[in-house]
């Protein structure tokens, strides 16, 4: 009997989640971020597209060598991503935590969904989901560094 979870859509839905809280919840200090270049914009939208609409086209297949050793990374990405963005509204929605590290990891927010959409093309066994995660990743650390400044900034989780 193969184990397969049978649609990948369950990840974007997963990573959305606390996106969809902040839009609803704006903190009080969410200003508009600095302008970064159209076309590098269009190019991060681009790719953002791809990695939450591909899931939808594949199952997670849960029998392939080293699939454990996968979900548990998909998991300890998500958690990543979940403990942020709760340090984030748990410390009032200041924005200085949007792009802080977390124990040791900088920019979990932008790193941990990257990591979660890389992972889940190994299940998919999909080559054109882990060069849409690869694209969306560097595009999406560049934005963010642009957006969030360049500046190290450590806070305590």
């Given at each position: ?7 990948g ?17 704006p903190?009080p200090?969410?200003?508009p ?45 998500l958690?990543?991503y ?15 935590f949007?792009?802080?590290r ?10 941990a ?7 889940s ?16 990743g ?20």
């Amino acid at each position: 009997m193969r184990l397969a979870i049978q649609s990948g859509a369950v990840i974007p839905v997963l990573l959305m989640l606390p996106n969809v809280a902040w839009m609803l919840f704006p903190g009080p200090d969410d200003a508009p971020r600095p302008l970064v270049p159209a076309a590098l914009a269009i190019a991060e939208n681009v790719g953002r597209g791809a990695v939450l609409v591909l899931p939808f086209f594949y199952s997670l297949d849960l029998q392939r060598q080293f699939s454990m050793l996968a979900l548990a990374a998909m998991v300890l990405a998500l958690a990543v991503y979940y403990v942020a963005w709760g340090r984030y509204f748990a410390n009032g929605r200041s924005e200085e935590f949007l792009s802080a590290r977390l124990v040791g990891i900088p920019s979990p927010l932008a790193l941990a969904p990257i990591a979660l959409f890389a992972v889940s093309s190994y299940l998919m066994d999909s080559w054109l989901m882990l060069g849409a995660s690869v694209c969306f990743g560097v595009l999406h650390v560049w934005v963010s560094s642009v957006s969030h400044g360049t500046e190290r900034r450590t806070l305590a989780a």
